[in-house]
């Protein structure tokens, strides 16, 4: 008996059955998984997009029409002895016969043209110097930029970005609508033992505190329990989009630079966040009491 005055006093409106331990937390702790992987997802697009700029606008190819080895050792000679230039190679014939052997084929008449691949160590708008120092070393020699691959593939990536955000708010709205729906469920069944108290003198202010704190424990904990499922599952992906990255060191820092961060801050986010609906719906609810 006097445990029962016990919970009674410790819980005056019956929360812990009102709003249930498992229901909450299990549709916020879905909701944190999601909002991990967009998140997840935005941040990969960005880092996908800047690695995309740095490497493929910094690769630049340089032909060579009728590739005689003095040609070919003018232009290598005259590219390798700019400071624009970090790294020049020439590409061997049967590299680039088997490049071009998807489009046309196997064409042994075909006189294709010397190729030299270039990394630079300048920004791309020193292209246009490059280009005419390389026409008067080596007439008809042409500079083949990657730029307009690089912006398609940029703004490909900045859509899935976007897409990312969007549904991270898609997601904060359904998290708001089901605490939302939680909470005046809970108002419903506990609707008298709220009458007694709001007779007996308890305030607005202490009914929607009690209730936001349950709710608040309750979203933190699901949130808690869907950053936990998230880790093994952002691991996974990176694990799959190592090949994006190069592989190597590049996936290995791409695992170690996973959300720890924003996993970490979904608890008390998703607390924060079922707090203020909770008050904001049992002070809406109060207010249309008789």
Known sequence: MAEHRRRVARDPLGLRRALSDR??????????????????????ADRLADRWQAGAAAAVTVQVPDPTRARMAAALEMLRGDSV?????????ER????????????????????IELRLAAAPESLPRLAERLAEAVPGAELESHGIWVARLSALARSVQGVALAVLALVVGVAVAVVAVATRAGLASRREAIDVLHDLGATDRAIAGRFARRV????????????????????????????????????AGLLAELP???????????????????????????????
Request: charged share 10%; proline share 8%; hydrophobic share 65%.
């Open 85 to 93: 230039v970090a790294r020049a190679a020439e590409v061997g014939p």
């Open 216 to 251: 608040a424990l309750l979203a933190g904990l699901g949130a808690l329990a869907g950053a936990a499922i998230a880790v093994p599952a952002l691991a996974a992906l990176s694990g799959l989009a190592m090949p994006l990255f190069g592989g190597g060191q590049a996936s």
């Open 23 to 44: 229901l909450l937390p299990g549709l916020v702790g879905a909701m944190a998984l999601l909002a991990a992987l967009a998140l997840a997802g935005a941040r990969g």
């Open 96 to 115: 680039v016969a088997e490049l071009l052997r998807p489009w046309i084929g196997d064409a042994p008449a075909l006189i294709l043209p010397g190729v």
């Open 260 to 290: 720890w961060g924003i996993l970490a801050s979904l608890p008390p986010v998703a607390a924060l966040i079922g707090w203020g609906t909770a008050q904001a719906t049992v002070r809406r609810w109060l207010r249309r009491l008789p």
